[in-house]
């Protein structure tokens, strides 16, 4: 199949999600085309199957905001004439899922048929698409797209809660790519950080309100006032100024460190003992899989598709959003003895592997079939 892709090139989850199964299905041979404003992060090596079209925008003194989804429809319109796409997959619907419509009408005026896929992945359900600025426009991106995905049970079911949507929405859950997922020998990274054997514990996200990261930093202080332990806190965004000030007012600077954006997140991983993901929605957790498929066992909220991963007492546990003293009686119970430890590494990784990209390609592969032959179609 020629196959677009459209998505946010960044680090967040959908971005991940959408070009990880790019390059998977280049891999199995599909000719994929990745559209976006700059080349995605995890595009990260060269195969004859993959083209990156990047979206450029005419500036001009009159907007105060960038027509980006202007440029982004004109550019569509252009790759799927000119590579003759059967089908386009958009990550995230907002604004890509009204982009996609919007190409697809252009199109058929000139006589060529672009299915459509959407994939919800969270937020523009969960958080900002319901929001009255934008949810008249998600409804009907979604009700008009030929097929629709979410990535879990719990993101489906939000999607019929918050929006009348008249559409049937396919569950495809994250998956995990274990060949670069899987526990490294880093002894010497794991004795510089832990030099007295410390328990390590790491948290990854985009540092925005609903990740909660202070209650990572607050479950934290409670463990290392128990266990020798020290805190990785890796990724970047708006609250990270407010979690370094917590850290220095509970006087944990010495035990936590900042890593920053980190590319080679499976290397920080190898060395861990612990994941906290205490988010306040989280519509699966990619972060935690990740973490899970390198033998990390996950302390968690139950929010949203967490309980769909996360199996209590066996990969890790979950408590309600903002139950820091649960979670950190949790986190001792896994932490304290080795051999706990050990059976809760390798429940994790066995979880883990239900995900494996080799079982979660073939789903779409098939979605992608039943949409183009208008099974799936309105
Ligand atoms: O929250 C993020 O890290 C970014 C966000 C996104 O859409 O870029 O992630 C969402 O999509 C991921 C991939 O499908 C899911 O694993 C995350 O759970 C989801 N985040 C939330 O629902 C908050």
């Known amino acids: 199949m020629r196959i677009g892709i459209v998505c946010y090139p960044t680090f967040g989850g959908s971005g991940v999600v959408a070009t990880e199964l790019g390059k998977a299905l280049a891999g199995n041979g599909h000719r994929i085309h990745f559209i976006t404003y700059s080349q995605p992060v995890r595009l990260d090596f060269f195969s004859e199957n993959i083209s990156y079209h990047e979206v450029t925008i005419a500036k001009y003194p009159l907007f105060d905001y960038i027509p980006y989804e202007t440029a982004l429809t004109s550019k569509l319109v252009d790759v799927a004439m000119f590579e003759g796409l059967d089908i386009l997959h958009v990550h995230y619907a907002i604004p890509h899922a009204s982009v996609a419509y919007m190409a697809k009408q252009i199109l058929a005026t000139k006589g060529i048929r672009l299915p459509v896929v959407t994939t919800l992945h969270g937020t523009d359900i969960t958080l900002?698409?319901?929001?009255?600025?934008?949810?008249?426009?998600?409804?009907?991106?979604?009700?008009?797209?030929?097929?629709?995905?979410?990535?879990?049970?719990?993101?489906?079911?939000?999607?019929?809660?918050?929006?009348?949507?008249?559409?049937?929405?396919?569950?495809?859950?994250?998956?995990?790519?274990?060949?670069?997922?899987?526990?490294?020998?880093?002894?010497?990274?794991?004795?510089?950080?832990?030099?007295?054997?410390?328990?390590?514990?790491?948290?990854?996200?985009?540092?925005?309100?609903?990740?909660?990261?202070q209650d990572v930093v607050e479950v934290f202080n409670r463990v290392r006032k128990e266990i020798p332990a020290k805190l990785l806190l890796i990724g970047d965004g708006p609250e990270r100024h407010h979690i370094e000030q917590l850290c220095r007012d509970l006087g944990l600077c010495d035990d936590i460190r900042f890593l920053g954006k980190q590319e080679l997140i499976e290397e920080v991983l190898s060395i861990s003992d612990l994941f906290i993901m205490p988010s306040e929605t989280e519509s699966f957790g990619l972060a935690a899989l990740e973490a899970m498929a390198c033998q990390v066992p996950v302390i968690s909220s139950n929010a949203g598709g967490i309980p769909e991963l996360n199996i209590q007492g066996v990969t890790g546990y979950m408590s309600p959003v903002g139950d820091v003293e649960d979670m950190a009686a949790n986190a001792l119970r896994i932490l304290k003895s080795d051999d706990t430890l050990k059976t809760f590494k390798s429940a994790a990784l066995q979880r883990a592997s239900e995900f494996d990209i080799k079982r979660i390609l073939p789903l779409y592969e098939a979605y992608y079939e039943g949409v183009i032959s208008g099974v799936l179609a309105d």
Do not use: M, W
Not at 153 to 173: C, G, M
């Open 128 to 213: 900002v698409g319901k929001d009255s600025s934008y949810e008249p426009v998600v409804t009907f991106a979604i009700n008009h797209s030929d097929g629709v995905t979410a990535v879990s049970d719990s993101l489906r079911q939000d999607t019929y809660t918050n929006f009348p949507i008249t559409k049937p929405v396919e569950v495809i859950p994250n998956f995990i790519d274990l060949q670069r997922f899987s526990r490294r020998p880093k002894d010497h990274f794991r004795k510089a950080i832990a030099p007295d054997g410390e328990r390590l514990i790491v948290h990854t996200s985009n540092f925005r309100k609903v990740k909660r990261v």
